[in-house]
């Protein structure tokens, strides 16, 4: 298999990335790797090699779908709920991410795992122009979480069909710098060159049946509240991009 030209084979490379689809025994061995590469248990990484399922009592409500509004809470203005600064993300980037590489050959030298993010049932990961697909595992599993509960909590409020999608993940310093020149809000200084931060459209929404119209805006605001819930939970921290129509999420643990 090949990467913007680097070649990826088994379900590890040099014990630092790590691929999904790979057998139970491949697994188990990127498991045992990353905890010597890293020092962490092997338990931190089991979640992400586990493909979690809907919480227990998850039932989409029977009857009519809502066609084109669902019930939404007023969390307040997106910009100043989720303003959390390009300081403070940056040092938890820092601390939990990869050392910034200049290209993806540069992933054999990491010093902490990466993991491929794919397409799935619980997010769609869109045509990447400035970012490759891999986060830090930790990055990955809150993604993962983020999909889900957007799926669980629509799921409840009568509605189903409709996944996130993640427009970039980790960026290169080189792939800033050409980014710059069309996105007034990528920075020298981005979090997504250590591959603990990923964006999520609030303005498009994957949905395979064209019969479906929820609101745009209150697909939005539901996500909203996904993401408000897990950063109480320290789970992340969050910037409202108008420009760019998306949500910075950056992962704190």
């Known amino acids: 298999m090949r990467i913007n030209g680097l ?14 689809g790979c057998s139970k025994a491949e697994k ?5 790797a990353i905890s010597e590469t890293s020092g962490k248990s092997e338990a931190v990484y089991e979640e992400y090699f586990t493909e979690p399922e809907f919480p227990a009592g998850f039932r989409i409500k029977s009857g009519p779908r809502h066609e084109d509004r669902v019930p939404v809470n007023n969390i307040g203005r997106l910009a100043d709920v989720f303003n959390d600064s390009n300081k403070y993300q940056y040092a938890y980037a820092e601390r939990l991410g990869i050392k910034p590489i200049e290209s993806l050959g540069d992933a054999y030298f990491v010093n902490k795992p990466l993991v491929e993010v794919k397409t799935n049932k619980f997010y769609v990961v869109d045509e990447l122009t400035h970012s490759v697909p891999f986060l830090v595992p930790e990055a990955a599993v809150l993604l993962r979480t983020i999909g889900r509960d957007f799926i669980d909590t629509l799921g409840h409020r009568g509605a189903d069909g409709y996944r996130i999608i993640a427009t970039s993940l980790l960026r290169t310093p080189q792939s800033v710098k050409s980014l710059r020149r069309v996105n007034v809000n990528a920075t020298d200084s981005s979090t997504h060159k250590f591959g603990t931060t990923f964006d999520i459209s609030y303005t498009r929404f994957a949905c395979a049946d064209s019969t479906r119209t929820i609101h745009d805006g209150d697909l939005k605001n539901v996500l909203a509240e996904v993401l408000l819930a897990l950063r109480k939970q320290n789970r992340c921290m969050v910037k409202f991009e108008r420009k760019t129509g998306c949500f ?6």
């Open 7 to 20: 070649r990826i084979s088994g379900g590890i490379v040099v014990a630092g990335l790590i691929m999904l």
């Open 248 to 253: 910075h999420v950056t992962v704190t643990r």
């Open 28 to 32: 188990e061995s990127g498991v045992a």
